[in-house]
Protein backbone atom coordinates (compact mmCIF):
# COMPACT_ATOMS: atom_id res chain seq x y z
CA UNK A 1 0.00 0.00 0.00
CA UNK A 2 2.66 2.45 1.06
CA UNK A 3 4.79 0.96 -2.52
CA UNK A 4 2.06 1.80 -4.52
CA UNK A 5 1.29 4.97 -2.95
CA UNK A 6 4.21 6.42 -3.31
CA UNK A 7 5.04 5.04 -6.67
CA UNK A 8 1.68 7.49 -7.81
CA UNK A 9 3.44 10.65 -6.59
CA UNK A 10 6.74 9.43 -7.79
CA UNK A 11 4.62 8.77 -11.51
CA UNK A 12 3.29 12.55 -10.97
CA UNK A 13 6.49 14.02 -10.52
CA UNK A 14 8.03 12.32 -13.65
CA UNK A 15 4.58 13.25 -16.13
CA UNK A 16 5.09 17.04 -14.77
CA UNK A 17 8.71 17.32 -15.84
CA UNK A 18 7.85 15.23 -19.11
CA UNK A 19 4.76 17.95 -20.00
CA UNK A 20 7.12 20.46 -19.36
CA UNK A 21 10.05 19.60 -21.68
CA UNK A 22 7.88 17.49 -24.12
CA UNK A 23 6.38 21.09 -25.08
CA UNK A 24 9.46 22.08 -26.00
CA UNK A 25 11.43 19.25 -27.62
CA UNK A 26 10.55 16.68 -29.87
CA UNK A 27 8.01 13.82 -28.36
CA UNK A 28 10.06 10.48 -29.22
CA UNK A 29 13.39 12.48 -28.61
CA UNK A 30 12.12 13.22 -25.37
CA UNK A 31 11.04 9.29 -24.86
CA UNK A 32 14.27 8.27 -26.02
CA UNK A 33 16.08 10.40 -23.75
CA UNK A 34 14.43 10.01 -20.68
CA UNK A 35 14.27 6.09 -21.04
CA UNK A 36 17.95 5.89 -21.92
CA UNK A 37 18.67 7.70 -18.46
CA UNK A 38 16.26 5.12 -16.58
CA UNK A 39 17.72 2.40 -17.95
CA UNK A 40 20.88 3.43 -17.18
CA UNK A 41 19.71 3.82 -13.49
CA UNK A 42 18.47 1.12 -13.05
CA UNK A 43 21.70 -0.94 -14.22
CA UNK A 44 23.70 0.85 -11.80
CA UNK A 45 20.62 -0.42 -9.26
CA UNK A 46 20.25 -3.95 -10.02
CA UNK A 47 24.35 -4.15 -10.00
CA UNK A 48 24.28 -3.06 -6.57
CA UNK A 49 21.97 -4.95 -5.43
CA UNK A 50 20.63 -8.58 -7.18
CA UNK A 51 23.27 -8.70 -9.36
CA UNK A 52 24.23 -7.62 -13.35
CA UNK A 53 24.05 -11.83 -14.07
CA UNK A 54 19.81 -11.57 -13.97
CA UNK A 55 19.81 -9.18 -16.52
CA UNK A 56 20.57 -11.60 -18.96
CA UNK A 57 18.49 -14.43 -17.16
CA UNK A 58 15.10 -12.86 -17.22
CA UNK A 59 14.22 -12.52 -20.90
CA UNK A 60 11.33 -14.75 -20.25
CA UNK A 61 8.19 -14.18 -22.83
CA UNK A 62 5.92 -12.87 -20.26
CA UNK A 63 8.60 -10.37 -19.22
CA UNK A 64 8.49 -9.01 -22.89
CA UNK A 65 5.08 -8.98 -23.32
CA UNK A 66 4.83 -6.86 -20.21
CA UNK A 67 8.05 -4.57 -21.63
CA UNK A 68 5.58 -4.70 -24.76
CA UNK A 69 2.53 -3.29 -23.22
CA UNK A 70 4.87 -0.93 -20.97
CA UNK A 71 5.85 0.92 -24.09
CA UNK A 72 2.64 1.39 -26.04
CA UNK A 73 0.75 2.21 -22.88
CA UNK A 74 3.59 5.09 -22.71
CA UNK A 75 3.54 6.12 -25.99
CA UNK A 76 -0.14 6.84 -26.08
CA UNK A 77 0.39 8.38 -22.60
CA UNK A 78 2.97 10.78 -23.19
CA UNK A 79 0.88 11.94 -26.51
CA UNK A 80 -2.06 12.23 -24.44
CA UNK A 81 -0.03 14.42 -22.08
CA UNK A 82 1.30 16.99 -24.12
CA UNK A 83 -2.15 17.84 -25.15
CA UNK A 84 -4.10 17.34 -22.00
CA UNK A 85 -4.90 18.55 -18.86
CA UNK A 86 -2.36 16.73 -16.31
CA UNK A 87 -5.58 15.75 -14.27
CA UNK A 88 -7.86 14.98 -16.46
CA UNK A 89 -5.22 12.49 -18.32
CA UNK A 90 -5.01 11.18 -15.14
CA UNK A 91 -8.86 10.17 -14.74
CA UNK A 92 -9.17 8.72 -17.47
CA UNK A 93 -5.94 6.60 -16.76
CA UNK A 94 -7.68 5.36 -13.98
CA UNK A 95 -10.07 3.48 -15.70
CA UNK A 96 -6.93 0.64 -16.11
CA UNK A 97 -8.04 -1.26 -12.80
CA UNK A 98 -11.57 -1.73 -14.45
CA UNK A 99 -10.07 -2.53 -17.74
CA UNK A 100 -7.62 -5.10 -16.19
CA UNK A 101 -10.90 -6.50 -14.30
CA UNK A 102 -12.64 -6.97 -17.30
CA UNK A 103 -9.62 -8.38 -18.82
CA UNK A 104 -9.04 -11.35 -16.02
CA UNK A 105 -12.27 -12.66 -16.35
CA UNK A 106 -12.04 -12.89 -19.97
CA UNK A 107 -8.42 -14.02 -20.20
CA UNK A 108 -7.76 -15.65 -17.07
CA UNK A 109 -11.05 -16.89 -16.32
CA UNK A 110 -11.53 -14.74 -13.58
CA UNK A 111 -15.04 -14.36 -11.69
CA UNK A 112 -16.85 -11.39 -12.16
CA UNK A 113 -20.24 -10.58 -10.78
CA UNK A 114 -23.42 -8.23 -12.49
CA UNK A 115 -22.23 -5.87 -10.27
CA UNK A 116 -18.69 -5.24 -11.21
CA UNK A 117 -19.25 -5.53 -14.76
CA UNK A 118 -22.24 -2.67 -13.62
CA UNK A 119 -19.45 -0.88 -12.15
CA UNK A 120 -17.05 -1.38 -14.92
CA UNK A 121 -19.05 -0.04 -17.20
CA UNK A 122 -20.05 2.75 -15.10
CA UNK A 123 -16.45 4.04 -14.71
CA UNK A 124 -16.41 3.46 -18.44
CA UNK A 125 -19.11 5.93 -19.04
CA UNK A 126 -17.28 8.12 -16.38
CA UNK A 127 -14.37 8.64 -19.44
CA UNK A 128 -17.37 10.66 -21.58
CA UNK A 129 -17.57 13.70 -19.06
CA UNK A 130 -13.51 13.84 -20.13
CA UNK A 131 -13.75 12.73 -23.55
CA UNK A 132 -16.88 14.93 -24.39
CA UNK A 133 -18.02 12.87 -27.38
CA UNK A 134 -20.08 16.07 -29.25
CA UNK A 135 -18.94 18.47 -32.38
CA UNK A 136 -17.82 21.57 -30.38
CA UNK A 137 -15.84 19.92 -27.40
CA UNK A 138 -14.82 16.32 -28.58
CA UNK A 139 -11.25 15.96 -27.05
CA UNK A 140 -9.18 13.22 -29.33
CA UNK A 141 -6.57 12.85 -26.94
CA UNK A 142 -8.79 11.53 -24.13
CA UNK A 143 -9.19 8.18 -26.12
CA UNK A 144 -5.00 8.49 -26.42
CA UNK A 145 -5.02 8.20 -22.78
CA UNK A 146 -7.80 5.48 -22.85
CA UNK A 147 -5.77 2.86 -25.17
CA UNK A 148 -2.67 3.87 -22.77
CA UNK A 149 -5.38 2.92 -19.91
CA UNK A 150 -6.03 -0.61 -21.89
CA UNK A 151 -2.21 -1.04 -22.83
CA UNK A 152 -1.39 -0.37 -18.59
CA UNK A 153 -4.14 -2.98 -17.98
CA UNK A 154 -2.40 -5.92 -20.11
CA UNK A 155 0.92 -4.62 -18.31
CA UNK A 156 -0.38 -5.40 -15.04
CA UNK A 157 -2.06 -8.37 -16.09
CA UNK A 158 1.31 -9.15 -17.27
CA UNK A 159 3.01 -8.62 -13.93
CA UNK A 160 0.46 -10.85 -12.09
CA UNK A 161 1.93 -13.44 -14.25
CA UNK A 162 5.69 -12.77 -13.58
CA UNK A 163 8.17 -15.38 -12.51
CA UNK A 164 8.21 -14.45 -9.02
CA UNK A 165 12.35 -15.52 -8.77
CA UNK A 166 12.66 -12.64 -11.69
CA UNK A 167 13.57 -9.00 -9.82
CA UNK A 168 11.33 -6.48 -9.51
CA UNK A 169 14.20 -4.04 -10.87
CA UNK A 170 14.79 -6.06 -13.47
CA UNK A 171 11.09 -6.33 -14.93
CA UNK A 172 11.70 -2.62 -14.53
CA UNK A 173 14.57 -2.24 -16.75
CA UNK A 174 13.18 -4.45 -19.49
CA UNK A 175 10.28 -1.92 -19.79
CA UNK A 176 11.89 0.84 -19.90
CA UNK A 177 14.15 -0.10 -22.65
CA UNK A 178 11.12 -0.99 -24.23
CA UNK A 179 10.42 2.86 -24.16
CA UNK A 180 13.17 3.74 -24.87
CA UNK A 181 13.40 1.67 -28.26
CA UNK A 182 9.95 3.22 -29.23
CA UNK A 183 11.22 6.39 -28.53
CA UNK A 184 14.01 5.53 -30.76
CA UNK A 185 11.58 4.44 -33.23
CA UNK A 186 9.53 7.36 -33.36
CA UNK A 187 12.63 9.84 -33.67
CA UNK A 188 13.34 8.69 -36.47
CA UNK A 189 10.55 10.51 -38.16
CA UNK A 190 11.29 13.95 -36.16
CA UNK A 191 14.11 16.59 -36.36
CA UNK A 192 15.87 15.90 -32.88
CA UNK A 193 16.91 19.72 -31.26
CA UNK A 194 19.89 19.83 -28.95
CA UNK A 195 18.44 19.97 -25.35
CA UNK A 196 19.42 23.48 -23.28
CA UNK A 197 21.21 22.99 -19.88
CA UNK A 198 17.46 23.25 -17.90
CA UNK A 199 15.72 20.74 -20.42
CA UNK A 200 18.90 18.24 -19.37
CA UNK A 201 17.95 18.77 -15.94
CA UNK A 202 14.25 18.42 -16.26
CA UNK A 203 14.66 15.06 -18.35
CA UNK A 204 17.10 13.74 -15.48
CA UNK A 205 14.51 14.35 -12.97
CA UNK A 206 11.80 12.71 -14.45
CA UNK A 207 14.05 9.74 -15.60
CA UNK A 208 14.78 9.42 -11.91
CA UNK A 209 10.90 9.42 -10.48
CA UNK A 210 10.00 7.25 -13.53
CA UNK A 211 12.53 4.41 -12.12
CA UNK A 212 11.13 4.70 -8.66
CA UNK A 213 7.79 4.53 -9.52
CA UNK A 214 8.18 1.51 -11.94
CA UNK A 215 10.15 -0.33 -9.05
CA UNK A 216 7.71 0.67 -6.39
CA UNK A 217 4.57 0.06 -8.58
CA UNK A 218 6.17 -3.81 -9.98
CA UNK A 219 6.80 -4.02 -6.14
CA UNK A 220 3.62 -3.40 -4.93
CA UNK A 221 1.71 -6.03 -6.72
CA UNK A 222 3.73 -8.92 -6.76
CA UNK A 223 2.68 -11.85 -4.11
CA UNK A 224 0.03 -9.28 -2.47
CA UNK A 225 -3.69 -9.16 -2.11
CA UNK A 226 -4.79 -7.20 -5.09
CA UNK A 227 -7.87 -6.37 -3.92
CA UNK A 228 -6.27 -4.63 -0.71
CA UNK A 229 -3.67 -2.80 -2.65
CA UNK A 230 -4.80 -1.55 -5.51
CA UNK A 231 -7.48 1.18 -4.50
CA UNK A 232 -3.81 3.14 -3.12
CA UNK A 233 -3.67 3.69 -6.98
CA UNK A 234 -6.57 6.05 -6.95
CA UNK A 235 -3.88 8.32 -4.93
CA UNK A 236 -2.74 9.25 -8.51
CA UNK A 237 -5.90 11.18 -8.83
CA UNK A 238 -4.59 13.53 -5.83
CA UNK A 239 -1.18 13.60 -6.77
CA UNK A 240 -1.53 14.42 -10.92
CA UNK A 241 -4.05 17.56 -9.48
CA UNK A 242 -1.58 18.58 -7.33
CA UNK A 243 0.97 18.07 -10.04
CA UNK A 244 -1.01 19.95 -12.61
CA UNK A 245 -2.46 22.94 -10.82
CA UNK A 246 1.59 23.65 -9.30
CA UNK A 247 2.95 23.35 -12.86
CA UNK A 248 0.50 24.35 -15.11
CA UNK A 249 -1.96 25.95 -12.97
CA UNK A 250 -4.44 23.77 -14.37
CA UNK A 251 -8.15 23.41 -12.75
CA UNK A 252 -10.21 20.67 -14.31
CA UNK A 253 -13.87 21.31 -15.07
CA UNK A 254 -16.63 20.29 -13.85
CA UNK A 255 -17.70 17.94 -16.02
CA UNK A 256 -13.84 16.59 -15.55
CA UNK A 257 -14.23 16.32 -12.30
CA UNK A 258 -17.43 14.69 -12.61
CA UNK A 259 -16.02 11.74 -14.45
CA UNK A 260 -13.10 11.39 -12.21
CA UNK A 261 -15.74 11.17 -9.37
CA UNK A 262 -17.55 8.29 -11.44
CA UNK A 263 -14.63 6.24 -12.54
CA UNK A 264 -12.73 6.47 -9.08
CA UNK A 265 -15.83 5.53 -7.47
CA UNK A 266 -16.72 2.78 -9.90
CA UNK A 267 -13.16 1.16 -9.47
CA UNK A 268 -13.20 0.90 -5.95
CA UNK A 269 -16.42 -0.57 -5.51
CA UNK A 270 -15.51 -3.09 -8.45
CA UNK A 271 -12.30 -4.18 -6.07
CA UNK A 272 -14.63 -3.77 -2.94
CA UNK A 273 -17.02 -6.76 -5.00
CA UNK A 274 -13.59 -8.60 -5.61
CA UNK A 275 -12.56 -8.62 -2.08
CA UNK A 276 -16.11 -9.73 -1.04
CA UNK A 277 -15.84 -12.77 -3.86
CA UNK A 278 -12.50 -14.07 -2.75
CA UNK A 279 -13.93 -14.20 1.08
CA UNK A 280 -16.77 -16.07 -0.32
CA UNK A 281 -15.02 -18.58 -2.16
CA UNK A 282 -12.40 -18.72 0.97
CA UNK A 283 -15.06 -19.47 3.00
CA UNK A 284 -16.05 -22.25 0.83
CA UNK A 285 -13.28 -23.98 0.52
CA UNK A 286 -13.12 -24.39 4.28
CA UNK A 287 -14.49 -28.14 5.15
CA UNK A 288 -17.22 -28.30 7.98
CA UNK A 289 -16.11 -28.90 11.71
Not at 141 to 147: D, K, S, Y
Not at 155 to 164: C, Q, S, V
Not at 206 to 226: D, M, Q
Not at 240 to 258: L, T
Amino acid sequence: MIALTFGMAAYAVNDAFVKLVAIELPFGQVLFLRGALSALIFVVAIAATVGSRHIFTAGKPMVMWRALFDALGTVFFIAALVNMKIADLSAVAMTSPLILTALAALTLGDRVGWRRWVAICVGLAGTLFIVKPTAATFDVWALAGLAAACFSAARDLATRRLDHTVPSLVVGLYGTVAVTLSGAAIGLTEQWLMPSVGQWTFIAIAAAFLGLGTYLVVHAFRGVEIAAVAPFRYTLLLWMGIAGYVGFGEVPDRWAIVGAVLIALSGLYALHREAVTRRELAAKAVPPA
